[in-house]
């Protein structure tokens, strides 16, 4: 089992920044993908980027490429987000995510991931 707890949300001005954190703890220390979703009000939830944990490699959703960065400390067990340039459509309730094996592919529906955070409030005004 992991367990995930997101933190950093907040309110920002459009055009401000924001640093998400998503802390993994439990049985499965590294999970081999490790991603962030958003759901606006309703919205589906939608994927953001993904991160693989040995090596690194990354895969960004169109919309935030060039504003968003995702990053993973492996020694403290977590994933960031660093968002710059945030918009009033980035506005949306986010989620850490993680999947139990790494599969050959990109995984970008919520249904293929295996533990989820809470969520963290992101609102970004105009």
């Known amino acids: 089992q992991v367990q995930l707890v997101e933190s950093g949300g907040g309110l920002v001005q459009a055009g401000g920044s924001l640093r998400l954190s998503c802390a993994a703890s439990?049985?499965?220390?590294?999970?081999?993908?490790m991603a962030w979703f958003r759901q606006a009000p309703g919205k589906e939830r939608e994927f953001v980027v993904g991160?693989?944990?040995?090596?690194?490699?990354?895969n960004y959703e169109d919309s935030v490429k060039g504003r968003f960065t995702i990053s993973a400390d492996n020694a403290k067990n977590t994933v960031y987000l660093q968002m710059n340039s945030l918009k009033p459509e980035d506005t949306a309730l986010y989620y850490c995510?993680?999947?139990?094996?790494?599969?050959?592919?990109?995984?970008?529906?919520?249904?293929?991931?295996?533990?989820w955070g809470q969520g963290t409030q992101v609102t970004v005004s105009s």
């Open positions: 439990g049985r499965i220390f590294s999970p081999p993908i």
């Open positions: 995510a993680a999947r139990r094996s790494l599969g050959c592919r990109w995984y970008v529906d919520p249904h293929e991931y295996d533990y």
């Open positions: 991160i693989r944990w040995i090596g690194g490699e990354t």
